[in-house]
């Protein structure tokens, strides 16, 4: 599975952006997936899952409620809607996917390029 992400950019506090994660090579209806972000300096972390369905999602905590991720199966495509954003939300922001829903980034086998989210205050 290869997978390409995009939609990221320079947005003013409070603001919104969506993500999108492009998949390719396989139906991405037979994976989980999960978005990550990495900001300098730090390790990467969790931001939100999805399951193969979509029909179970999860969130950290410091975005539930205003982050929400889907998927189009039929567009082998998963999305990361982002509102009320956060200086603190600045970073890297991954997907990726493996066969079984996990909370850890070393329980995803693949992975994306990145895209760079940057919140001016």
């Known amino acids: 599975v290869q997978l390409v992400e995009s939609g990221g950019g320079l947005v003013q506090a409070g603001g919104s952006l969506r993500l999108s994660c492009a998949a390719s090579g396989r139906a991405l209806s037979s994976y989980a997936m999960g978005w990550f972000r990495q900001a300098p300096g730090k390790e990467r972390e969790l931001v939100a899952t999805?399951?193969?369905?979509?029909?179970?999602?999860s969130y950290a905590g410091s975005v539930k409620g205003r982050f929400t991720i889907s998927r189009d199966n039929a567009k082998n495509t998963v999305y990361l809607q982002m509102s009320s954003l956060k200086p603190e939300d600045t970073a890297v922001y991954y997907c990726a996917a493996n066969q079984f829903r996990g909370s850890r980034p070393q329980d995803y086998y693949y992975w994306g390029q990145g895209t760079q989210v940057t919140v001016s205050s």
């Open positions: 999805i399951s193969g369905s979509g029909g179970t999602t």
